[in-house]
């Protein structure tokens, strides 16, 4: 079982999305089924809403799942195991206040040495714990040995006893601690990899500590991808518009083509465009870069590119907002100069808009509309236009600007004839 484990508490990150995506490829390839884990235990942070968002994102890029949990509903689990680790004396109640642990956290800062917890609740005697009616957290014993973490992408990291300390699992109000609750779920669902991003990876020796402490034999995998970094070479954050999800669907890209892209960067693939279910066939987590990947946005519109090529022009049509092929044909040849669906549908309404003629060609225009008003089917561009300058008498710019803008709500663009093809039957529509 594999499992992608989003919190809602924002906007789907491309990071994020990258690694619904890989998670998705090695259960198809595993044969393994992948659980969706909402992780709501932070609930200052939830926001509303987002889980059903995240859902409805993966839908869109076609990554099934068997079932969707939300962590919370574990909470009782969560608090059984570690009753059952205090029990065992693995854990400890501690009874340090955030104000006193906040002071040994300064200290450390101000000595510039990391801070550790100092275990000072960590031999409580007996008669001191039972019946305290002070707030208490719950903590788990650090390791006496050093915990070592094979990554299908870093290698072996290996994490000394000093690194982690006697870490907090239970919150005072007996809610879970994100490691404590992500480590007992991944046992609970019987996870077999764990996909996700390298901002975890200090948390993996953690959890691998309370699985150890609760005897939980199975060896998880784990794979830490690498983060992607903007333009200015920082981790892509809310403020760079393109690591939302939400955005670059918004903006016209394709999920095929964002999703072809999040597979391509920081990997060796035998292509450049392909879909997600090609990639099953040949991903490879041993192909990932250990180094962080670079967002190019004018690659991910290259991509988006050629992935709107492959639509039929039924389909490419309906992105634009029509659901006749022979929009969809004009859709095709603006691809010359557009590469998103935001920007055909822009070229598209231009051919419909209300036309802004020039003030030089506009009486030209005039007569241009009145002559087409009246003017038989043509169904060729040649005729059509043979015949407006038979009926006019204009010829040269006069004719082919005002023609032009009046067809295509623009001077600049692609060749008209080719254009008038699929559009002679709106031509009511389009010159009003
Ligand atoms: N909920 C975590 C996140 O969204 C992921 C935790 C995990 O995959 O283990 O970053």
């Known amino acids: 079982m594999l499992r992608f484990a989003p919190s809602p508490t924002g906007d789907m990150h491309i990071g994020n999305l990258r690694v ?20 709501d235990t932070d609930k200052d ?5 987002k889980d ?45 206040s955030s104000d006193w642990l906040d002071k040994k956290r300064q200290e450390a800062k101000d000595s510039k040495t990391a801070y550790r917890y100092d275990d000072a609740c960590a031999s409580l005697p007996d008669e001191l714990v039972i019946d305290n009616e002070n707030p208490f957290t719950v903590r788990i014993k650090k390791p006496l040995e050093p915990i070592i973490v094979k990554d299908h992408i870093k290698g072996e990291i290996k ?70 970094l903007n333009d200015d070479g920082k981790k892509m954050s809310k403020r760079d518009d393109a690591s939302s999800v939400k955005w670059l669907l918004e903006e016209g890209y394709l999920p095929s083509a964002i999703a ?6 920081g990997n060796k693939p035998p292509k450049e465009i392909f879909t997600m279910q090609e990639a099953i066939e040949w991903f490879s987590l041993d192909n990932i870069s250990k180094s962080p990947a670079r967002f190019d946005l004018n690659m991910l519109k290259h991509i988006n590119k050629e992935h709107l090529k492959m639509l039929d022009a039924k389909e ?34 231009l051919i419909f808009a209300q036309k802004n003629i020039p003030d030089e060609f506009k009486e030209y225009a005039q007569a241009i509309v009145e002559i087409i008003k009246k003017a038989p089917y043509f169904e060729e561009y040649d005729d059509f236009k043979n015949y407006i300058m038979q009926e006019s008498g204009f010829k040269g710019k006069n004719l082919f600007k005002p023609l032009r803008i009046l067809l295509m709500g623009s001077e600049h663009g692609p060749d008209i004839a080719a254009v008038y093809k699929h559009i002679k039957n709106y031509l009511g529509e389009i010159v009003k």
């Open 20 to 39: 619904a995506i890989f998670n998705y490829i090695v259960s198809k390839q595993r044969k393994e089924d992948l659980v969706i884990r909402i992780e």
């Open 45 to 49: 942070r939830n926001i509303e809403g």
């Open 52 to 96: 059903k968002e995240i859902l409805d994102i993966l839908n869109l890029f076609g990554i099934d799942y068997s079932v969707v949990m939300y962590q919370s509903e574990n909470f009782r689990f969560h608090r059984a195991i570690a009753l059952q680790l205090l029990h065992e004396k693995k854990a400890f109640n501690c009874f340090c």
């Open 159 to 228: 994490f000394e006893p000093n690194d982690i300390d006697s870490f907090i699992i239970m919150r005072q109000d007996k809610t879970p601690m994100y490691n404590f609750a992500c480590s007992v779920d991944d046992m609970l669902s019987d996870i077999s990899l764990v996909i996700r991003g390298e901002d975890h990876v200090s948390n993996t020796p953690k959890q691998i500590l309370i699985r150890e402490a609760l005897g939980y034999g199975k060896n998880i995998e784990y794979a830490h991808l690498p983060i992607i």
């Open 260 to 265: 072809n892209y999040l597979i391509l960067i």
């Open 316 to 349: 490419l049509s309906r992105y634009v907002g029509f659901a006749d092929a022979q929009i969809g044909e004009v859709a095709k040849i603006y691809l010359e100069e557009a590469s998103t669906t935001k920007e055909l549908r822009a070229k598209i309404a």
